[in-house]
């Protein structure tokens, strides 16, 4: 079974502009989940879709958001860069949401670097 | 406010000892528990869990331990081994308010195996 995808890898973008992130979850998986992950700041929450509706939001500004289709692959989109956007950031994705131990899995990331 | 601290940013172990990696919370309603594994240029993957209800888990050499009234948790990896040296993220998931059921993410703790 194929892993979660993200594309692309490394990205390189000047400040201003705007940028898509893709996900391909594992499939199956109805559940994709956002993180992004900056030196010393461990691995910050953006937003979790569910069957195409957000579930949960972390705390970022609006020009972070992001979507999911029918078929489970998800978009993030961030707006309008700063410096402080270049991070990894990683998706997620899992059977299903809400309680229990439901391992989340991990993408290998999209490395984006703003200048 | 970081509801999932993990203290130590590194640790350093001679191969064949034991590895106890610790995590504090401050939400008493997680009632999950995580811990992730994460190698350079790769996504986090999934190493064990253990829930509220519990106080023990144990999957081959890994081991977590979960005191929840002292709001803590611990990894024991025994015996250590080189291929362990990674980042250790510890995560909490539970109904906590308006993000409910998302992951929640230590800042890591980096690990090293000595030969």
């Known amino acids: 079974k194929a892993g979660v995808t993200q594309t692309p890898r490394y990205l390189i973008k000047t400040r201003g502009q705007q940028v898509t992130l893709s996900c391909s979850p594992i499939?199956?998986?109805?559940?994709v989940s956002w993180y992004q992950q900056t030196p010393g700041q461990g691995l910050q929450f953006l937003f979790e879709?569910?069957?195409?509706?957000?579930?949960n939001k972390g705390n970022f500004p609006g020009r972070f958001s992001g979507r999911q289709f029918s078929n489970s692959r998800s978009e993030m989109n961030v707006s309008t860069l700063e410096l402080g956007d270049s991070a990894l950031y990683l998706c997620?994705?899992?059977?299903?949401?809400?309680?229990?131990?439901?391992?989340?899995?991990f993408g290998n990331g999209t490395r984006l670097t703003v200048t | 406010d970081q509801q999932v601290k993990q203290n130590s940013p590194s640790l350093s172990v001679q191969e064949g000892r034991i590895s106890i990696l610790n995590c504090d919370y401050t939400n008493s309603m997680f009632d999950y528990f995580l811990w992730y594994k994460k190698y350079p240029a790769e996504g986090p993957t999934f190493l064990i869990s253990i829930s509220s209800i519990k106080d023990k888990n144990e999957d081959g050499r890994f081991t977590v331990f979960l005191n929840k009234s002292a709001k803590h948790l611990s990894l024991h990896i025994v015996p250590s081994q080189p291929g362990d040296s990674a980042v250790y993220f510890c995560a909490a998931k539970g109904n906590s308010g308006g993000s409910n059921y998302k992951l929640t993410f230590g800042k890591g703790t980096l690990l090293t195996v000595n030969p």
């Open positions: 499939s199956g998986h109805r559940s």
């Open positions: 879709y569910f069957s195409e509706t957000q579930r």
């Open positions: 997620a994705s899992s059977l299903d949401s809400g309680p229990g131990a439901t391992p989340l899995h």
